[in-house]
């Protein structure tokens, strides 16, 4: 059983697999671009694994940020994980030893590869769900270092790989909208965060935006689970 739990979750990994290497190579580059050498690059991906927070963190630690406007950042960088997680706590309940490395390593790809809470028939579901995030995390870490061990090798400029993130959430955003008959989430969220920046700002739209989002799929939960049930 194991082995088939390894190989359906490699398997059902692979779709991050390009976007991470791609997407690590890219802040390693810009670390490196930063001063900041390889056992930086492989510290913050393996203890921090947050993404953007990961690109936003090169230009905190270069302008000296203190500890309350790191702390701040981080939670308006990061804030839809305190939305989206919930909908996962009955689906990692009974995860065991996995569950404090589930929720470390839950990040929007992870994510989107597990809410549906289904799992290959013949496998553990706790072990698939640890192995793919287990798979999504090394394919982080692997590109990080490998941008870090190219961006001083290879003789190109580094202006405007911090835009990788932003391509991968539309790409993640076009996925969604292609593969989904429901697009009530995705214009959800593009309406929502749009209202939200016009109201508040690019400073402080985040936040309002991530509340008004969790209002209205909150109040519109039975009808996306309807959905998804009578999909084939």
């Excluded at 510290?43 to 630690?61: D, T, Y």
């Excluded at 490395?101 to 992870?110: G, K, R």
């Amino acid at each position: 059983m194991r082995a088939l739990t390894a190989r359906k979750a490699f398997l059902k990994s692979l779709p991050v697999l390009g976007g991470y290497l791609i997407l690590g190579m890219g802040f390693g580059i810009l670390a490196g671009r930063a001063g900041y050498g390889i056992l930086w690059v492989l510290a913050m991906s393996l203890l921090m694994f947050a993404g953007s927070m990961q690109f936003v963190g090169i230009g905190l630690l270069q302008g000296g940020a203190s500890v309350l406007i790191t702390a701040l950042t981080t939670v308006m960088v990061n804030a839809r994980h305190l939305f989206y997680s919930i909908s996962m706590i009955g689906r990692y309940k009974n995860a065991g030893r996995y569950k404090p490395y589930l929720i470390f390593a839950l990040t929007d790809e992870t994510y989107s590869l597990l809410c549906d809470g289904s799992a290959p028939e013949g496998t553990d579901p706790d072990l698939f769900c640890f192995l793919v995030s287990l798979f999504n995390h090394s394919y982080w870490v692997l590109g990080s270092v490998a941008g870090s061990l190219l961006g001083g090798v290879l003789p190109f400029p580094s202006v405007g790989i911090e835009f990788s993130m932003t391509a991968l959430f539309i790409a993640s955003f076009t996925e969604q909208w292609l593969t989904s008959k429901d697009h009530l989430p995705a214009l959800t969220g593009l309406l929502g965060t749009l209202a939200c920046l016009l109201l508040f700002g690019p400073e402080r739209f985040l936040i309002p935006a991530m509340l008004l989002i969790t209002l209205v799929l909150t109040l519109f939960r039975n009808r996306i689970t309807a959905g998804k049930k009578v999909e084939p």
